[in-house]
């Protein structure tokens, strides 16, 4: 077949053009054999550039494209569209990578950038000059959701999905829905309460005729691929007959049991047979047998005697169930940086410095001292508060180098809500910058200044100590460059907000990507924002980076969309990149079965040779590079196309 | 069982106390302290700038002296153990440094060939540098030290005061949660003692800025006292002559500031546990106490 | 009071030093001021560690080299296990005293001619011999 390539170089605006000589880069190839056409233009992305490849494909006959521009993973998909339109099959559009490749790192050296671009964009020609005409891959697909935590983001995300048609598995670990947001008394920036604002979508959740709502369960192992999940869930043993309870509370009443209540962080207790808190979903409690006294030495039994409905089953075991479904969204939210990390704040060991988390539930009508902030050691109510921020966050050296984004605000309304409570009280911030980039917050923050005489002081408290009753604070003023001490009766931890603890061990059984830091990272930090960059993945919450209410809400819904738009589609197309093999070549040794990470290579026991399951394979050439006898090969990467490249790599 | 041991100038000329506490303790526990024939001034502080050799060069010396009698060398002076603990970190990591310096070391053995320090090998820091209290609970271990007890400490309140050097900088030091240390702690649960944890156990006495301004620094020491005493503390332990100096000596000028000033002893902890190790009290030596403690102790019947 | 700046007056020689010699990045700083906060002897000091340290990204080498703050200083290094940046403020004045003391910028803050004979037949060697080192050497 005669070539006929088309080379399309893009300035993107100065991005490229500024360092690049794009004129000359067309030039030059238009010289290259097989290119039947060269130009450059200065966004190629935009409506007039894509229309210069479609008219150029059907003027010129081409039989390939190479655009020369950005990263693949920005626009290969634009262009594969444009060729489409203008008849081109789109595996025979290829971009070369000259910005992030060439001209941004080579921002002093025009013409070694030039030279490299030239170079690169060779490569790409040789590359494209091989590529098979292919079609996407079709695999069936199940139009059912899985949603992994029933914070705000889950709780947002399932509902979105199940209106929109779609089956819903929600999966929780702990006993009731809700996550974080629950245990919040009033939200910022409008302080509207947050059970009244949660509580509504908590019960729809565990009524919608599409949602599959499991508590206290726990994913227990995933296989598959997008479309075709299968998902293997831990129901923990709750002790409790679930189909049975009609939770009527009974068996907490009189459980004698006690221990310390993690929704109330510690600040009041619970019975060994619980829920979370009084608007639980589901109202059914469970057994926490590490606390209970029929567990540890036979005796007690008192819930068995007591409830109506026989529902307690001391001889209840984990239980597993199996579902399939086509799109994964995780949504496990955070948890506060330990305390005892704070060793210079006492690390969790001086009564009256609270956690942020503490602080709501002290501020929350329904907490254990019914929404008066009364301080933890005497019960009296404090006359001065200090508050905290960054602590855990921003802290390179110690702890978490990044910003929390929320803690600004909720110690703000901390703050004011404090004052609110007590009109004689101060309130104290000591701060670094005071971030309030959201709509309405600013005026927020400045409310609390200027209404709740706030005092902002700008520093960071070195040490807090205990000393006659009071908290000492050691803090400075950097504006008028003094030390700075208070006799506070309480101090709030604005802590940093961590991926939840089972975040890292959740990520690699579905093995997605995350941060160092542990948050699961999208697949572009712009343009795919809610996707995981492993297929049929979405991110949701506070789980993807640290967010409030307004922002994971909108997340969630984004991810839910993502899925519907999967969903629209009754089979998922996927990319035809993938390892095939000659059946006739293959010496049947299995070594690629071995080394392929996704368990995407079958064996033919009959012909003994290995098979490439298509629906499967992520085209990551590992098989290709195992492959003894080389008859492994990646679609239009084969081991002739990649000599063919490096030869123009390396040509003069 | 032998252990290098350096005692610096001050358990040599001013700190006698404190080293013969020592010695005596160790030697109750089957550890004899086998000092270096040969030592030198460690340099007291460890280099103020990053661009000088010569200044490491003390500490590394005698890290080289003590590389010849064996792979440790325990020390009990806070400010020896800052600087020869960060020195051989030095040595460890820096590579010019370290050829630098033994180039100093070998210029330096002709002519102390006399005092038979001639270096076979370089000093690579291969020495690892123990502070006492680690010695006690790494090499003789803190349950030998229990069963070794002949008194019980009982009902004796003691505060740990660290101060500064054997803490900072941490990632040199690497001595013990910089905030909160539980190694003296754990040490005074081991006499039997009440472990009075305070605030200040970590903040500064005020340090060398005694000789500059004795205010200064008696500020300082005050703020680490008052705390101590707040909490009821009978005594305070440390590992630092300085330290002693400004938190016991002191106690006469803060006497006359502070109107009902309250006195509190402060000694070394090694005489602490020479206490509870039955060893004679003359042994001890409290004679240079300003705040004499065996009035408290008698008070327990300890002495 | 107005303080001009410009690309000169940040950037010098001076500053480059301080960076050098104390083996600190200046610009780690971010302004916190937790250096100061927990500086035991803060309460002397004519400039606060964190304003010695804006001053330095100032390019004001002189108005440091001149403050008291830099003799104050007791080298506890509290400063420095707490800067959540990793800044030795500890360091820094350290060596801002070796540059006055090397470039005999100012009369040493001890004189060891004078020091009272209390101190010097009472006080620990090593008290004295760092305080030399510190206040007088360089
Ligand atoms: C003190 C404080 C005050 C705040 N105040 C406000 C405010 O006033 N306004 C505002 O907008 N924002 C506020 N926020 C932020 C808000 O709390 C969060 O944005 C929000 O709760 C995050 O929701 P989420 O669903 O992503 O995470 P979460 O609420 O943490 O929910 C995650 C859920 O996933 C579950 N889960 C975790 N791991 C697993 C697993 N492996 N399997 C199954 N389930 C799992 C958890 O149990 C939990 O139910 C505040 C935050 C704090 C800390
Ligand atoms: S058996 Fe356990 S859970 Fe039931 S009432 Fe007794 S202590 Fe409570
Ligand atoms: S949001 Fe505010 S308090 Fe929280 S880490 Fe960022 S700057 Fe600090
Ligand atoms: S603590 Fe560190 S970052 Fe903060 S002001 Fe001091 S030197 Fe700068
Ligand atoms: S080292 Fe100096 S500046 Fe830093 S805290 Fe100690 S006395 Fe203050």
């Given at each position: 077949?005669?070539?006929?390539?088309?080379?399309?170089?893009?300035?993107?605006?100065?991005?490229?053009?500024?360092?690049?000589?794009?004129?000359?880069?067309?030039?030059?190839?238009?010289?290259?054999?097989?290119?039947?056409?060269?130009?450059?233009?200065?966004?190629?992305?935009?409506?007039?550039?894509?229309?210069?490849?479609?008219?150029?494909?059907?003027?010129?006959?081409?039989?390939?494209?190479?655009?020369?521009?950005?990263?693949?993973?920005?626009?290969?998909?634009?262009?594969?569209?444009?060729?489409?339109?203008?008849?081109?099959?789109?595996?025979?559009?290829?971009?070369?990578?000259?910005?992030?490749?060439?001209?941004?790192?080579?921002?002093?050296?025009?013409?070694?950038?030039?030279?490299?671009?030239?170079?690169?964009?060779?490569?790409?020609?040789?590359?494209?000059?091989?590529?098979?005409?292919?079609?996407?891959?079709?695999?069936?697909?199940?139009?059912?959701?899985?949603?992994?935590?029933?914070?705000?983001?889950?709780?947002?995300?399932?509902?979105?999905?199940?209106?929109?048609?779609?089956?819903?598995?929600?999966?929780?670990?702990?006993?009731?829905?809700?996550?974080?947001?629950?245990?919040?008394?009033?939200?910022?920036?409008?302080?509207?309460?947050?059970?009244?604002?949660?509580?509504?979508?908590?019960?729809?959740?565990?009524?919608?005729?599409?949602?599959?709502?499991?508590?206290?369960?726990?994913?227990?192992?995933?296989?598959?691929?997008?479309?075709?999940?299968?998902?293997?869930?831990?129901?923990?043993?709750?002790?409790?007959?679930?189909?049975?309870?009609?939770?009527?509370?009974?068996?907490?009443?009189?459980?004698?049991?006690?221990?310390?209540?993690?929704?109330?962080?510690?600040?009041?207790?619970?019975?060994?047979?619980?829920?979370?808190?009084?608007?639980?979903?589901?109202?059914?409690?469970?057994?926490?047998?590490?606390?209970?006294?029929?567990?540890?030495?036979?005796?007690?039994?008192?819930?068995?005697?007591?409830?109506?409905?026989?529902?307690?089953?001391?001889?209840?075991?984990?239980?597993?169930?199996?579902?399939?479904?086509?799109?994964?969204?995780?949504?496990?939210?955070?948890?506060?940086?330990?305390?005892?990390?704070?060793?210079?704040?006492?690390?969790?060991?001086?009564?009256?410095?609270?956690?942020?988390?503490?602080?709501?539930?002290?501020?929350?009508?329904?907490?254990?001292?019914?929404?008066?902030?009364?301080?933890?050691?005497?019960?009296?109510?404090?006359?001065?508060?200090?508050?905290?921020?960054?602590?855990?966050?921003?802290?390179?050296?110690?702890?978490?180098?990044?910003?929390?984004?929320?803690?600004?605000m909720y110690l703000t309304k901390h703050a004011m809500l404090y004052k609110h409570n007590e009109h004689d009280g101060q309130a104290y911030v000591f701060y670094m910058d005071v971030r309030t980039p959201g709509k309405d917050y600013e005026e927020f923050y400045q409310r609390a200044a200027e209404e709740d005489d706030v005092l902002y002081i700008r520093g960071k408290v070195s040490k807090l100590f205990e000393e006659d009753g009071k908290v000492m604070v050691w803090g400075v003023d950097t504006l008028t460059g003094q030390k700075v001490e208070i006799a506070a009766d309480m101090v709030v931890l604005g802590l940093a907000m961590v991926p939840s603890a089972t975040a890292t061990e959740l990520a690699k059984m579905l093995k997605i990507q995350m941060n160092q830091w542990g948050f699961y990272s999208e697949a572009h930090p712009k343009l795919r924002p809610v996707e995981s960059l492993a297929p049929g993945f979405y991110l949701a919450g506070a789980a993807q980076g640290p967010k409030d209410i307004p922002e994971v809400v909108a997340?969630?819904?984004?991810?839910?969309?993502?899925?519907?738009?999967?969903?629209?589609?009754?089979?998922?197309?996927?990319?035809?990149?993938?390892?095939?093999?000659?059946?006739?070549?293959?010496?049947?040794?299995?070594?690629?079965?071995?080394?392929?990470?996704?368990?995407?290579?079958?064996?033919?026991?009959?012909?003994?040779?290995?098979?490439?399951?298509?629906?499967?394979?992520?085209?990551?050439?590992?098989?290709?590079?195992?492959?003894?006898?080389?008859?492994?090969?990646?679609?239009?990467?084969?081991?002739?196309?990649?000599?063919?490249?490096?030869?123009?790599?390396?040509?003069? | 069982?032998?252990?290098?041991?350096?005692?610096?100038?001050?358990?040599?000329?001013?700190?006698?106390?404190?080293?013969?506490?020592?010695?005596?303790?160790?030697?109750?526990?089957?550890?004899?302290?086998?000092?270096?024939?040969?030592?030198?001034?460690?340099?007291?502080?460890?280099?103020?700038?990053?661009?000088?050799?010569?200044?490491?060069?003390?500490?590394?010396?005698?890290?080289?002296?003590?590389?010849?009698?064996?792979?440790?060398?325990?020390?009990?002076?806070?400010?020896?153990?800052?600087?020869?603990?960060?020195?051989?970190?030095?040595?460890?990591?820096?590579?010019?440094?370290?050829?630098?310096?033994?180039?100093?070391?070998?210029?330096?053995?002709?002519?102390?060939?006399?005092?038979?320090?001639?270096?076979?090998?370089?000093?690579?820091?291969?020495?690892?540098?123990?502070?006492?209290?680690?010695?006690?609970?790494?090499?003789?271990?803190?349950?030998?030290?229990?069963?070794?007890?002949?008194?019980?400490?009982?009902?004796?309140?003691?505060?740990?005061?660290?101060?500064?050097?054997?803490?900072?900088?941490?990632?040199?030091?690497?001595?013990?949660?910089?905030?909160?240390?539980?190694?003296?702690?754990?040490?005074?649960?081991?006499?039997?003692?009440?472990?009075?944890?305070?605030?200040?156990?970590?903040?500064?006495?005020?340090?060398?800025?005694?000789?500059?301004?004795?205010?200064?620094?008696?500020?300082?020491?005050?703020?680490?006292?008052?705390?101590?005493?707040?909490?009821?503390?009978?005594?305070?332990?440390?590992?630092?002559?300085?330290?002693?100096?400004?938190?016991?000596?002191?106690?006469?000028?803060?006497?006359?500031?502070?109107?009902?000033?309250?006195?509190?002893?402060?000694?070394?902890?090694?005489?602490?546990?020479?206490?509870?190790?039955?060893?004679?009290?003359?042994?001890?030596?409290?004679?240079?106490?300003?705040?004499?403690?065996?009035?408290?102790?008698?008070?327990?019947?300890?002495? | 009071?107005?303080?001009?700046?410009?690309?000169?007056?940040?950037?010098?020689?001076?500053?480059?030093?301080?960076?050098?010699?104390?083996?600190?990045?200046?610009?780690?700083?971010?302004?916190?001021?937790?250096?100061?906060?927990?500086?035991?002897?803060?309460?002397?000091?004519?400039?606060?560690?964190?304003?010695?340290?804006?001053?330095?990204?100032?390019?004001?080498?002189?108005?440091?080299?001149?403050?008291?703050?830099?003799?104050?200083?007791?080298?506890?290094?509290?400063?420095?296990?707490?800067?959540?940046?990793?800044?030795?403020?500890?360091?820094?004045?350290?060596?801002?005293?070796?540059?006055?003391?090397?470039?005999?910028?100012?009369?040493?803050?001890?004189?060891?001619?004078?020091?009272?004979?209390?101190?010097?037949?009472?006080?620990?060697?090593?008290?004295?011999?760092?305080?030399?080192?510190?206040?007088?050497?360089?």
């Amino acid at each position: 077949m005669e070539h006929r390539i088309g080379v399309f170089v893009c300035h993107c605006g100065t991005n490229i053009a500024g360092v690049v000589d794009v004129k000359r880069v067309a030039e030059e190839l238009a010289k290259y054999p097989g290119v039947a056409y060269s130009t450059d233009y200065l966004y190629m992305c935009s409506d007039p550039g894509q229309n210069l490849v479609k008219d150029a494909i059907k003027e010129h006959g081409l039989t390939g494209v190479v655009v020369s521009a950005c990263s693949p993973t920005l626009h290969e998909a634009t262009f594969r569209r444009a060729g489409a339109a203008a008849d081109l099959n789109q595996y025979r559009v290829e971009m070369a990578n000259i910005r992030e490749h060439c001209s941004w790192v080579h921002r002093g050296d025009k013409e070694m950038a030039t030279e490299k671009a030239i170079k690169i964009i060779k490569t790409m020609i040789e590359k494209v000059k091989q590529n098979e005409a292919l079609e996407p891959i079709s695999v069936p697909m199940t139009h059912r959701a899985m949603v992994v935590g029933a914070g705000i983001a889950g709780i947002q995300a399932a509902l979105d999905i199940a209106n929109a048609g779609h089956d819903v598995v929600l999966v929780e670990k702990e006993p009731s829905v809700g996550g974080h947001m629950a245990q919040l008394s009033e939200t910022f920036p409008t302080l509207d309460c947050s059970q009244c604002i949660l509580t509504p979508k908590m019960v729809e959740v565990s009524q919608h005729p599409r949602i599959k709502l499991l508590t206290y369960c726990e994913i227990d192992d995933v296989s598959g691929y997008v479309g075709n999940f299968k998902v293997r869930i831990k129901k923990k043993a709750a002790y409790v007959n679930r189909d049975v309870c009609n939770g009527c509370g009974l068996c907490i009443e009189k459980c004698p049991a006690k221990t310390a209540s993690e929704f109330d962080e510690g600040l009041s207790e619970r019975k060994a047979i619980y829920t979370p808190f009084a608007q639980a979903v589901p109202n059914q409690p469970v057994l926490d047998r590490d606390h209970c006294i029929y567990f540890e030495s036979g005796k007690c039994g008192v819930c068995q005697k007591v409830c109506p409905v026989d529902a307690i089953d001391y001889e209840q075991k984990d239980e597993f169930l199996d579902e399939e479904v086509g799109a994964i969204i995780v949504a496990t939210g955070f948890d506060l940086y330990p305390i005892v990390n704070i060793g210079e704040y006492g690390g969790g060991d001086i009564k009256d410095v609270v956690t942020s988390l503490q602080f709501e539930r002290l501020l929350s009508a329904s907490g254990p001292t019914g929404g008066v902030v009364r301080r933890p050691s005497d019960g009296e109510i404090p006359k001065e508060v200090v508050f905290l921020t960054c602590v855990g966050s921003r802290d390179p050296e110690g702890h978490m180098p990044y910003c929390s984004k929320v803690c600004c605000m909720y110690l703000t309304k901390h703050a004011m809500l404090y004052k609110h409570n007590e009109h004689d009280g101060q309130a104290y911030v000591f701060y670094m910058d005071v971030r309030t980039p959201g709509k309405d917050y600013e005026e927020f923050y400045q409310r609390a200044a200027e209404e709740d005489d706030v005092l902002y002081i700008r520093g960071k408290v070195s040490k807090l100590f205990e000393e006659d009753g009071k908290v000492m604070v050691w803090g400075v003023d950097t504006l008028t460059g003094q030390k700075v001490e208070i006799a506070a009766d309480m101090v709030v931890l604005g802590l940093a907000m961590v991926p939840s603890a089972t975040a890292t061990e959740l990520a690699k059984m579905l093995k997605i990507q995350m941060n160092q830091w542990g948050f699961y990272s999208e697949a572009h930090p712009k343009l795919r924002p809610v996707e995981s960059l492993a297929p049929g993945f979405y991110l949701a919450g506070a789980a993807q980076g640290p967010k409030d209410i307004p922002e994971v809400v909108a997340q969630a819904s984004a991810a839910a969309s993502k899925v519907c738009a999967l969903f629209a589609e009754k089979e998922y197309h996927r990319e035809p990149i993938v390892a095939w093999i000659d059946e006739d070549e293959c010496a049947g040794c299995r070594i690629c079965i071995s080394v392929c990470p996704y368990d995407a290579i079958e064996f033919d026991d009959e012909k003994e040779v290995a098979r490439v399951q298509e629906a499967i394979c992520e085209g990551c050439g590992a098989r290709i590079a195992a492959c003894p006898s080389a008859t492994a090969q990646q679609r239009n990467l084969t081991d002739d196309q990649l000599y063919m490249m490096v030869s123009a790599a390396l040509e003069d | 069982m032998k252990i290098p041991y350096y005692p610096g100038c001050t358990l040599h000329e001013r700190a006698l106390d404190f080293d013969m506490a020592s010695r005596e303790c160790a030697n109750a526990l089957g550890v004899e302290l086998e000092e270096l024939p040969v030592w030198t001034c460690c340099g007291a502080v460890f280099p103020l700038t990053t661009d000088s050799v010569m200044d490491i060069l003390a500490g590394v010396r005698n890290l080289a002296y003590a590389s010849r009698m064996g792979d440790k060398v325990v020390t009990l002076c806070s400010f020896c153990y800052n600087v020869l603990k960060r020195s051989n970190k030095v040595i460890r990591e820096d590579e010019e440094k370290r050829e630098k310096a033994n180039l100093f070391l070998k210029a330096d053995t002709d002519e102390r060939a006399e005092m038979e320090s001639y270096l076979e090998q370089d000093y690579v820091g291969q020495v690892e540098v123990l502070h006492y209290i680690e010695m006690l609970r790494d090499v003789v271990g803190f349950d030998k030290v229990a069963k070794s007890l002949k008194t019980s400490l009982k009902g004796l309140r003691v505060a740990p005061y660290y101060g500064c050097m054997l803490l900072r900088p941490k990632k040199e030091m690497e001595f013990d949660d910089p905030e909160r240390p539980t190694i003296f702690e754990d040490f005074l649960e081991t006499l039997g003692c009440d472990v009075v944890d305070f605030p200040m156990k970590a903040e500064c006495c005020g340090g060398f800025q005694i000789v500059r301004d004795e205010e200064t620094a008696i500020a300082c020491s005050q703020t680490v006292l008052s705390s101590a005493i707040k909490r009821d503390a009978d005594l305070i332990i440390t590992t630092c002559p300085l330290c002693l100096y400004n938190l016991d000596r002191k106690q006469k000028e803060m006497a006359k500031r502070v109107k009902g000033f309250t006195k509190i002893p402060v000694i070394y902890f090694t005489q602490l546990l020479g206490i509870a190790l039955g060893i004679d009290e003359e042994h001890l030596d409290f004679s240079d106490n300003y705040v004499d403690p065996r009035p408290v102790l008698a008070g327990k019947k300890l002495v | 009071m107005r303080l001009r700046l410009s690309t000169d007056s940040i950037r010098n020689a001076s500053i480059e030093r301080v960076e050098d010699l104390s083996g600190q990045a200046l610009s780690s700083c971010y302004q916190c001021g937790r250096c100061s906060a927990g500086c035991p002897v803060v309460d002397e000091m004519d400039l606060i560690p964190n304003e010695v340290i804006r001053l330095l990204q100032f390019g004001q080498i002189k108005k440091v080299l001149r403050s008291k703050t830099i003799w104050i200083c007791a080298s506890c290094m509290q400063c420095s296990a707490r800067c959540p940046k990793g800044v030795e403020f500890s360091s820094i004045c350290d060596a801002l005293r070796a540059m006055v003391l090397r470039m005999r910028l100012a009369t040493p803050a001890v004189d060891a001619g004078n020091l009272s004979r209390v101190m010097v037949s009472k006080a620990p060697q090593m008290g004295v011999v760092s305080a030399l080192r510190k206040l007088l050497n360089g």
